[in-house]
């Protein structure tokens, strides 16, 4: 866990011209770094709506969504929710493999804990917003907001934030340029938990 302050993940190399153009970049995963001033609050707010309601109040890990996931997994025989927290998340993405068993689990649980004794709440969101697979060979949030709409992360509207927001959970079925409908309907889904939040 003490890595992570160390962590440099790839990012892109551009190629310039004499004149200061860009004429090509390379990257094995096109990422645009970002910090926590540059994450827009509205973009903030989607991705906890969505990821982890209770983000500011847990430590790592969330009982009571533990739980509810749980219960609605067992109400529909098969895995419909999860129960992971966003620092849950981002330790399964850095340390640990996609298997899905209760030994894994034990271990992510384990890790966000130590994570939060370790680092803040702005830390663990700014490193979940920089690292998380966007689709496409994108990168983090603020490279998804350059590839699927041209923009900045810090100018991104409510509209687009959620999103971006949605995707994350399906890249590749939400990606808006392949299938408009189901990210916009995704994206509705994120305005609705914004809405339960209160934000």
Not at 139 to 155: P, R, V, W
Not at 165 to 173: D, M, Q, R, V
């Amino acid at each position: 866990v003490d890595s992570l302050e160390d962590t440099r993940p790839g990012v892109i190399t551009e190629v310039y011209s004499d004149d200061e153009q860009v004429i090509g970049s390379f990257a094995l995963e096109r990422r645009i770094l970002v910090k926590w001033e540059e994450i827009p609050q509205v973009l903030r707010d989607a991705i906890i709506s969505v990821e982890d309601q209770n983000f500011y109040q847990h430590w790592g890990v969330d009982l009571f969504g533990v739980a509810r996931a749980s219960l609605r997994n067992a109400m529909n025989g098969r895995i419909v929710e999860g129960g992971s927290t966003l620092t849950q998340q981002l330790s399964k993405n850095l340390f640990l493999t996609p298997e899905k068993t209760l030994r894994r689990k034990i271990q992510e649980a384990m890790l966000a804990i130590q994570i939060e004794r370790n680092y803040t709440k702005q830390q663990i969101l700014t490193w979940y917003c920089n690292l998380g697979y966007m689709g496409h060979g994108q990168y983090g949030f603020a490279a998804a907001a350059d590839f699927y709409f041209g923009k900045n992360i810090k100018d991104l509207s409510l509209a687009e934030a959620a999103m971006l927001a949605g995707l994350f959970k399906a890249p590749t079925k939400y990606a808006p340029h392949i299938n408009l409908p189901a990210a916009r309907a995704r994206a509705n889904e994120v305005l609705t938990n914004m809405v339960q939040a209160g934000f």
